[in-house]
């Protein structure tokens, strides 16, 4: 029997007619909600990645800019620009698209960014709020996977959570969120010990590895529920695929989310949710 689908897509259309309702009351009380993005521009799958978040947002009724950071840029006019933007208070949301280019340090930058106006959630100040439980914006992929498993009511408290990466923007986030909502969790990376064999453990598995197809339908536990964050380029194949191997994982899981159509819409969907709270925000 096949597994049921976790439709990203759908469920991010759900959360985005929501985005539009609460976006057009603020625009009634003056406030319209803005998310700034920072990209480099040599990278093209970045750039399209922005060109569908500001045509999401635009749809949304929400606005913002772009600018560009090239190899020109120097540390010192990034740290500068994104001061700009922090004190801008018609800017409610800030994203440092990765990657930058190779001479800048993406660490200080996101340590100029902060917290308050850091919808992505990646910043090292973000993170703490995490590990600590305090409030903040959370990351956006982990935060879209969330509310997957919360959309199809699937059970997390007392189950056993493994996730395959250990990237501070979604595998240790991921984890992190998991245990919150009481999971007991593993993480598990590309040197981890017979990997299926732990991978065969999970009542939840979710893959955020990076490696094209890696997690085969073998290592999954019969009944377990499957999140697929990998986004992967294969050589000759059209379009991406995830880093579970989907037609061999559908016989054996529960449920299983898509490549496309999963994870990443909610991914946007979720970064564009931070960005409307944090605009809401301004009026309390």
Known sequence: MSAQILDGLGLSRIVRADLKDRVDALREKGIVPRLDVLVAGQDPASLAYVRMKHTWAAKAGMVGE????????????????????????????????HPLPK????????????????????????????VADLPGFRCATPLGIMRLLEHYEIPIKGKRAVVVGRSVILGKPAALMLLQ???????????????????????????????????????????????????????????????????SAKDVASWITPVPGGVGPMTVASLLSNAVDSADATLA
């Open 66 to 97: 772009s600018t560009i950071i090239s190899e020109s840029t120097s540390q010192a006019e990034l740290i500068d620009k994104i001061a700009e933007l922090n004190a801008n208070p018609l800017i409610h949301g800030i994203l440092l698209q």
């Open 103 to 130: 001479h800048l340090d993406e660490q200080a930058a996101l340590m100029a960014l902060g917290a308050e106006k850091d919808v992505d959630g990646i910043s090292p100040q973000s993170l703490g709020r995490l």
């Open 181 to 247: 909502k009481h999971a007991t969790v593993t993480v598990a990376h590309s040197r981890t010990e017979d990997l299926p064999a732990l991978c065969r453990e999970a009542d939840i598995l979710v893959a955020a590895i990076g490696k094209a197809e890696m997690i085969k339908g073998s290592w999954i536990k019969p009944g377990a529920v499957v999140i697929d964050a990998g986004y992967n380029k294969v050589e000759g194949r059209q379009g991406d695929v995830g880093d579970v191997e989907f037609e």
